[in-house]
């Protein structure tokens, strides 16, 4: 399996910036995925990494490194809607149709 | 365009009966997947296929049993339900043509065991 470790619980205020962390072990990567889900609905896709660097998309953009196994979700300007839990996952160079290995997921609370 | 649905939304059995989520998608993709999320576990895999007619376990595949006969529905089946099979089941798809592989969930099935 894989190991990938993401923090329980965040907190942060509205129109804040937060960082969701995701370390990972693997002897085969091949891409990270992070993925926003809202209690009680399904998992939607944020944003997906195969190169090391920053993707900007709107309000959130994510960072890889693939030489210390981290990635991070960052979110600006904070609202109400966007508590929820992240999730990361990865893709492993050997897994086989598409697999993904997830993390337990980060969940944060904005407050007003 | 549905996209993926998923039946039922909630259900309610009892230990020993056998139960079948149904998963149905409209985009064609060549992957589908099942997974079950329980606090503590995150999203766990328990079935995935490839195509039709090709399906292989993933990480919690005991008590479970899937079908393929058509690209659009993968049934998850669970034979025997126990009480530990209560849990969120969500199906997710991918489109084997895209390299990367992103996985697009189905709402979820409730499934509570009694």
């Known amino acids: 399996g894989q190991n990938i470790d993401q923090p329980t619980e965040m907190t942060a205020t509205e129109g804040a910036i937060v960082q969701i962390n995701c370390t990972y072990q693997?002897?085969?990567?091949?891409?990270l995925f992070w993925y926003q889900q809202h209690a009680g609905e399904a998992p939607t896709f944020l944003s997906y990494?195969?190169?090391?660097g920053l993707e900007e998309k709107g309000r959130f953009s994510s960072f890889l490194s693939r030489s210390k196994g981290y990635s991070y979700l960052l979110l600006k300007e904070l609202q109400m809607k966007d508590s929820a839990s992240y999730l990361c996952?990865?893709?492993?160079?050997?897994?086989?149709?598409?697999?993904?290995?997830f993390g337990r997921g980060t969940q944060l609370t904005v407050w007003p | 365009d549905a996209g993926i649905t998923q039946s039922p939304r909630y259900k309610i059995t009892e230990t020993g009966r056998q139960v079948t989520l149904m998963c149905h998608q409209t985009?064609?993709?060549?992957?589908m997947f099942w997974y079950r999320q329980d606090l503590g576990h995150g999203l766990r895999l328990i079935y995935y296929?490839?195509?039709?007619?090709?399906?292989d376990k993933g990480e919690v595949p005991d008590g479970y049993v899937v079908s393929r006969s058509k690209t659009e529905n993968f049934p998850l089946t669970l034979e025997s339900a126990t009480r530990s099979q209560t849990s969120v089941y969500f199906c997710?798809?991918?489109?084997?043509?895209?390299?990367?592989?992103?996985?697009?969930f189905g709402p979820g099935t409730r499934l509570t065991v009694l």
């Open positions: 997710a798809t991918a489109d084997s043509k895209i390299n990367t592989d992103t996985q697009y």
């Open positions: 693997t002897s085969g990567f091949n891409g």
């Open positions: 296929s490839a195509a039709a007619d090709i399906t």
């Open positions: 985009w064609s993709h060549s992957y």
């Open positions: 996952a990865v893709k492993h160079r050997g897994s086989t149709l598409g697999r993904l290995y």
């Open positions: 990494n195969v190169l090391d």
